[in-house]
Nanobody
Framework: QVQLVESGGGLVQAGGSLRLSCAAS????????MDWYRQVPGKQRDLVAG???????NYADSVKGRFTISRDNAKKTVSLQMNSLKPEDTAVYYC??????????WGQGTQVTVSS
């Protein structure tokens, strides 16, 4: 079992910035795909950004140019720098890892609220 602990959510005005961080309890995180997803009530959980163990990244079109995902394999962490935040970015953000074998794991979620 891998524990993922998220931090950094909160309330920010439109145009502001937040940085989310996620710390994994197991070294397997360093060889796993690591992602951030987000979910609003009544809707599906959507991929925001992902990063491979080698550092390749991908982003949802809605956040390209505003969000940056990064990871530190030695520290078993993944971060999401969110700039130029918009009210439509309001959601619960979830850290997720997908190891090369076995189950994948989710964090407990952290609320991000962007006021207009």
């Amino acid at each position: 079992q891998v524990q993922l602990v998220e931090s950094g959510g909160g309330l920010v005005q439109a145009g502001g910035s937040l940085r989310l961080s996620c710390a994994a309890s197991s070294p397997i995180a360093s060889i796993s795909l690591m992602d951030w997803y987000r979910q609003v009530p009544g809707k599906q959980r959507d991929l925001v950004a992902g990063i491979s163990s080698g550092g390749e990244t991908n982003y949802a079109d809605s956040v390209k140019g505003r969000f940056t995902i990064s990871r530190d394999n030695a520290k078993k962490t993944v971060s999401l720098q969110m700039n130029s935040l918009k009210p439509e970015d309001t959601a619960v953000y979830y850290c997720h890892i997908r190891p090369p074998f076995g189950n994948d794991f989710w964090g407990q979620g952290t609320q991000v609220t962007v006021s207009s």
